[in-house]
């Protein structure tokens, strides 16, 4: 009998994974204790391999055409499908799932609701207004939110904390389209609104053919995200200090992507927005003050009506 990987060897690839695939994760992911910093990598090389898998990278890069969506979507849901069963997959990233799952208790559902973005990418979907954009921010970054606030310890039934968790996601994914709005329409994407699009005069299949209204609707996704990562910045005295230094410093990190998408206005999608070394470290360094005054800074309030809320 061949024998199985053992954990530390899929911890340790989970860990290549991360570091080549988000230097912005890898790098706050290194704040957390231990235990929680190896089952944030476990779950990260899952993420990864599916957003790989369905999009034709490697770790984020290098993407190729997809001629088979439909296919590659099928081997997604079976291969984690086996890993939500107990089975041994084979593929390390599924195996990582496995073991996530097996030691944390994440409910099977928001692993489930991350398939389901990849579902409607490989859908063609676009969608018609800011709930919809909204719902398809949950299911491939805000479901993630939620389960790696159970990798963090808050229980699966704190609808109130998976809530602000959930926001982190969606604060982290506004970001993202606002920055890749450029590469997507390249590629045939828009996460923009229909209706959004329709009220600034905006061709569908032409989004990038007028920068100057094109850094309007950018500003108004970098407000939201600033939002939504304002209210996951509320959760943070529920969690352990070094799980939330760890937080406040890749909301910072994300951040600073909204903050500069923003600033350059027309010239965003020039060259990709991206933070430096540096400001990684700044902001490292700024979530060490932050997360020891947390409780004072973050007062416990009422999550703002406003805010899009995940489905239950």
Not at 103 to 119: K, N, S, Y
Not at 150 to 166: E, H, K, S, Y
Not at 240 to 255: D, N
Request: net charge neutral; glycine share 8%; proline share 5%.
């Amino acid at each position: 009998m061949t024998a199985l990987p053992a954990r530390d060897a899929i911890v340790a690839t989970a860990g290549e994974s991360i570091a080549r695939g988000s230097k912005s994760f890898a790098a706050a992911s290194r704040l957390f204790a231990p235990a929680v910093r190896e089952r944030a990598w476990l779950l990260y090389a899952w993420c990864r391999r599916c957003d790989d898998l369905a999009d034709g990278q490697d770790h984020g890069h290098d993407t190729t055409p997809v001629a088979d969506p439909n296919a590659r979507l099928a081997g997604i849901r079976e291969r984690t499908a086996a890993a939500l069963n107990g089975q041994w997959v084979g593929d390390a990233a599924f195996d990582a799932l496995r073991i996530v799952v097996g030691e944390t208790g994440i409910p099977q559902r928001l692993v489930w609701d991350v398939v389901e973005g990849f579902a409607l990418d490989a859908a063609g979907w676009r969608p018609a207004s800011e709930a919809d954009l909204m719902r398809y921010c949950y299911h491939v970054a805000g479901a993630v939110g939620c389960m790696m606030a159970v990798v963090m310890g808050v229980r699966p039934d704190d609808d109130a904390l998976l809530d602000q968790a959930c926001d982190l996601g969606l604060g982290f994914q506004l970001a993202n389209i606002a920055r890749d709005l450029g590469e997507d329409a390249e590629a045939g994407r828009c996460y923009l609104p229909a209706d959004w699009l329709a009220e600034a005069g905006i061709a569908p299949d032409a989004v990038t053919a007028d920068r100057e209204k094109l850094a309007a609707l950018a500003a108004r996704l970098c407000a939201m995200a600033e939002a939504y990562e304002a209210s996951a910045r509320r959760g943070t005295p529920a969690l352990g200090f070094r799980s939330a230094w760890a937080v406040l410093a890749a909301t910072g990190i994300y951040g600073d992507i909204a903050r500069a998408v923003e600033a350059r206005g027309p010239a965003a999608w020039d060259r990709r927005v991206s933070t430096s070394a540096g400001a990684k470290l700044g902001w490292i360094a700024r979530a060490f003050g932050e997360a020891r005054l947390r409780v004072r800074l973050y007062p416990p309030q009422p999550r703002t009506e406003n805010l899009w809320t995940r489905p239950r």
